[in-house]
């Protein structure tokens, strides 16, 4: 393969779906790279250095073509000669720069539509004259520009796919990236393969070369620490720093007590086998002294992320390192508001509060383009073992955001048997276990009754849920026979427990953790 992939470059117009046409893509072997329709002509050239550009994807956006500060499309991207494929807001746009017409939709189009299709060629190839697909727009456009033809209709968008193809633009209203889009999937192969011509030969571990590389390159004779956690992300990182840097890496675990059931002792078993140093920071009283009397779980997830980031001030200093890696993903990013339109959801510690604050000459973050199942396949690549390649995602507050209100030891003791028998009892009964699956301890008591006397005791909440990447998730439908022997063994193994809950709400419009 030749060392500058087939790639397709996304212009983000603030979508929230823009990730997903990223991962379409990638799902497919082809390269992808997210870019800000800020993009300078200098910046597109380096791209162009790096990457073989085959073609330019205009997601989606919040906007509307008329506002003053509508993000608009670079000139510089026509010059690329390469095909562009304008989506929802992307179409419009197109459209709209090519002389179209486009116009406030009488009536907004959210949700399930149908699209009539006029030509079912090139871009559209292999449709069925009617296509179910989603739709998310305000604006429409209401005829063609000059050289452009029809290629669909739905009710409230007369325009709904339009194509040149003598030009190779190409334009469709409708998101062909989210899974209630059937024909979503043939959209995006007619786009890469058959008008692109990419070859499908990108797989993740691609990007593994590079990111040592990269490490290399920035880190100099200089020395790092990356932060561990355990996890697969913060795992991979450390891997790839280790490759490069050797012993000028010294990995962090911070022990802040907020740990599962036997998990410190098994990532330091893990760790001290590799080319690194390895420091334990041992810090939970700290962390705890910190945390007494907090309820808020906005400033529980602060004063975490603060003691983060004193207890690697201090670290670094000790073992001058300049340099910070971490294993930060695209999703990451995405929830902590990285691109201009979103929003904060959540402070991610690993995101919102270390990079900026700390005192470091550079944040190395070789994953920041991924996502979590294309880091599990690096992970397994790199021969890491399965309970860190399979192991949930967990969330680096850990358990202090699965305790509703003030944390203290002895809630942190019943959370950690809990949790326990809910993995246990998940992971032997079911063949293919939930993505993410935990228990959480709620700040209210309710009545029970425990061997014929009442008792007045704490409600554990069981959350189960299926995701790929996190942004969107639905409760997993366990068998109710699982679920009454997790309750089970909940109120009798546990005294203090009297109730179990299951939490039936997907996200959106929840979140996955509580707090
Ligand atoms: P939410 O609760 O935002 O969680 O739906 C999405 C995914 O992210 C994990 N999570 C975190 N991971 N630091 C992390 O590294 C954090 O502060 C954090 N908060 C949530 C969560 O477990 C889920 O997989």
């Known amino acids: 393969m030749s060392s500058r992939p087939d790639t397709i470059l996304i212009l983000d117009f603030g979508g929230q779906y823009c990730h997903l046409i990223g991962r379409r893509i990638r799902e497919k072997g082809v390269y992808s790279e997210i870019i800000s329709p800020g993009v300078s002509e200098k910046q597109l050239q380096k791209l162009a250095e790096r990457f073989n550009i085959k073609g330019v994807i205009l997601s989606g956006g919040p906007s509307s073509?008329?506002?003053?500060?509508?993000?608009?499309?670079?000139?510089?991207?026509?010059?690329?000669?390469?095909?562009?494929?304008?989506?929802?807001?992307?179409?419009?746009?197109?459209?709209?720069?090519?002389?179209?017409k486009v116009v406030r939709a009488k009536k907004r189009e959210y949700g399930i539509s149908f699209a009539k299709i006029k030509k079912a060629g090139g871009i559209l190839k292999g449709l069925k004259k009617r296509e179910r697909v989603w739709m998310s727009h305000g604006d429409a456009v209401l005829s063609c520009p000059p050289g452009f033809r029809v290629l669909a209709e739905t009710k409230n968008a007369p325009v709904a796919a339009m194509a040149n193809s003598k030009k190779n633009l190409f334009g469709i209203q409708w998101h062909p990236e989210v899974i209630h889009t059937p024909s979503g999937n043939k959209i995006f192969e007619n786009f890469l393969f058959n008008i692109c011509r990419c070859k499908n030969n990108w797989q993740p571990i691609n990007l593994v070369n590079q990111a040592i590389k990269e490490i290399k390159k920035r880190v100099g004779a200089s020395r790092a620490i990356v932060a561990l956690s355990g996890g697969v992300d913060s795992s991979v990182a450390t891997v790839l720093g280790s490759h490069a840097l050797g012993r000028r890496l010294t990995a962090v675990f911070v022990d802040h007590g907020l740990m599962r059931e036997g998990e410190s002792e098994q990532i330091i078993n893990t760790f001290k086998k590799f080319d690194l140093n390895f420091i334990l920071a041992r810090e939970k009283m700290n962390f705890l002294k910190a945390l007494r009397g907090v309820k808020n779980p906005e400033r529980k997830r602060k004063i975490i992320g603060r003691k983060f980031i004193k207890t690697f001030e201090k670290i670094a200093k000790r073992v001058k390192a300049d340099y910070l890696l971490q294993g930060t993903i695209y999703p990451d990013r995405i929830e902590s508001g990285h691109s201009q339109g979103s929003v904060v959801i959540k402070t991610h510690h690993n995101v919102g509060g270390i990079p900026s604050q700390l005192n470091f000459k550079g944040i190395i973050e070789p994953l920041k383009d991924l996502y979590k199942d294309e880091v599990r396949k690096i992970a397994k690549e790199l021969n890491l073992p399965k309970s860190i390649i399979s192991r949930q995602p967990f969330p680096g507050p850990g358990l202090a955001i699965r305790i509703i209100g003030e944390v203290t030891e002895k809630k942190l003791k019943i959370l950690r048997r809990a949790d326990k028998i809910v993995r246990e009892e998940i992971e032997s009964e079911i063949k293919k276990a939930p993505w993410q699956y935990f228990a959480v301890l709620l700040d209210e008591k309710t009545t029970g009754v425990q061997g014929d006397k009442r008792a007045y005791g704490n409600v554990i909440a069981v959350r189960a849920v299926e995701s790929r990447e996190a942004m969107t998730a639905n409760f997993s439908q366990l068998p109710w026979s699982v679920l009454e022997k997790i309750s089970s063994r909940l109120v009798n193994e546990i005294p203090q427990v009297t109730r179990v809950v299951y939490d039936i709400t997907n996200k959106p419009p929840a979140t996955i953790e509580w707090e």
């Not at 991207?77 to 095909?83: A, C, K, R, S, T």
């Open 65 to 100: 073509v008329y506002e003053r500060n509508a993000p608009r499309l670079p000139k510089s991207v026509f010059h690329l000669g390469v095909p562009i494929l304008g989506l929802c807001y992307g179409h419009q746009l197109l459209a709209y720069l090519m002389g179209g």
